[in-house]
């Protein structure tokens, strides 16, 4: 009876162990945000951007492979467009022109494996064809220029696709 006691406690300290050797996650974080060249002006909507930013990091974190963890240091975010305060209301209007108002984002990376650096940089994202080329996200997707712009660099970084494009 003791030696099935402790073999069940052996094992599932082993799945525990397991569990957490499997574990890959990502860190987003944001440099002074309220430097930020161009976030919204209103201060909720603002939070709302970069936890829409910072939710598409972490779900495209998911791909990575067992173990390692993905490290994001956001220095500064460009949104596609440009607000336009006259004709600000309740929510700012964003202009979209495809002319000079493309997206970008810089930022700093580090990618371990169990603790270990396996790459590191910096980026400077940037899509000057945002309206141009077919996306995978609905018209009427927050960011969605962001995300795609996102998952362009994420696939040529880290050469995983993202899992589930193309969602809200």
């Known amino acids: 009876m003791q030696k099935k006691k402790s073999t069940r406690a052996l094992l599932g300290a082993l799945a525990l162990l397991a569990s957490t050797a499997a574990w890959a996650g990502t860190e987003v974080r ?3 945000p309220e430097q930020f060249t161009d976030v919204p ?3 909720r909507q603002r ?7 910072k939710a598409h990091f972490e779900k495209l974190g998911q791909s990575l492979k067992p173990g390692q963890t993905l490290k994001i240091d956001v220095t500064d975010v460009d949104l596609a467009g440009r607000e336009e305060p006259r004709m600000r209301g309740m929510n700012d209007l964003r202009v979209l022109n495809g002319r000079a108002d493309w ?4 930022l700093h990376y580090v990618l371990e494996q169990d603790g270990k650096v396996l790459s590191q940089g910096d980026a ?3 899509d000057m064809s945002y309206m141009s080329r077919i996306n995978r996200y609905p ?4 960011l969605r220029y962001e995300k795609q712009m996102i998952d362009d660099w994420f696939a040529k970084t880290f050469g995983v696709p993202a899992k589930g494009q193309a969602r809200k």
Do not use: N
Request: hydrophobic content about 35%.
């Open 103 to 106: 997206p970008r984002i810089s």
């Open 47 to 53: 939070e709302d951007v970069l936890k829409d930013l």
């Open 30 to 32: 944001f440099d002074k």
């Open 41 to 43: 002006m209103d201060q």
């Open 124 to 126: 400077q994202l940037s």
């Open 139 to 142: 018209s009427d997707a927050r």
